[in-house]
């Protein structure tokens, strides 16, 4: 997930995982088997287990990216989500799984972040177009690069 406030960001600096090297990556998990078919419970879970924030501290949680990417070894689905962080919901500061820290929406500095590839097309999508619509898109890692297409409006 994209959690923003006040034209900002939170963003985790994950160390030590098994499915992304250490890099910059939005607030988030895996999808536990029986949330297979409900991939907003399972952001919902991993956002209270990680900083412990829940739905009622939100507004807008969307999906809003679908990606699909061939790593050799497995086919990895990722879901991207965005949701605005309430005033009064109190702010995160600490999370097991690494460094939070909150980055500018309107600085070039974000859009050079170390992130794993789906992630970096997810954000910097959304920072250019997505921000703009409710459209749920699909990113497809291709040989000749990425491509973001709309899947619907959601």
Known sequence: MFLTRD??????YRMGSSAVPDSWVGIGGHVEPEEIRDPTAAMLRELEEEIGLTADDTTGPRLRYVSLRDTGHELRFTYYFTAGLLPTATLPTVCTEGELRWFDLNTAAIRKLDMPPTASV??????????????????VMTSDGPRVLPLAAS
Do not use: C, Q, T
């Open 7 to 12: 034209d900002k960001v939170l963003l985790l």
């Open 122 to 139: 997810a954000l910097n999508h959304w920072l250019d177009e997505g921000r703009r619509d409710d459209l749920l898109r699909s990113i």
